[in-house]
C-alpha cells in the first residue's frame, strides 16, 4: 500500500513539476524544479523508510542469524599451513578442503 501511494505522488508531482507555470514559494523565494525534487526525493526516503524499515531491518537481522547459524555449522579446514600453501596449485578443492 505504501508503494502505491508513493507511485500515486510522484505521478503526480512529475506531471506538475514538468509544468513551467507552477511556481511555488517559500519564505518569498521561487523553489526550482531541481529543489523541488530533491525535496521529493528526501520526502519519498524517509516515508518508505518509516513505512517500511522495519521489514528491511527485520530481513537484515535474519540475515545476520542465518550466516551466524551457517558460520557456526561450519567444519574449518583442520590444517590451515596445507591450505595457505596449496593455495596456487590446482589442489585445492572449492570448499577449501585439501584434495
Known sequence: MSLGLTGMLWAWFAQKNNN?????????RDITPQIRMGGMVAFTSL???W???SLIFGLIGF???LTV???VCHQPVKDYSQVLED????????????V
Open 20 to 28: 513551467p507555470e507552477w511556481q511555488p514559494k517559500l519564505l518569498g
Open 47 to 49: 516515508f518508505l523508510l
Open 51 to 53: 513505512a517500511i524499515g
Open 63 to 65: 540475515g545476520a542469524v
Open 69 to 71: 547459524g551457517h558460520a
Open 87 to 98: 593455495e596456487g596449485t590446482e589442489k585445492v578443492a572449492m570448499t577449501g578442503d585439501v
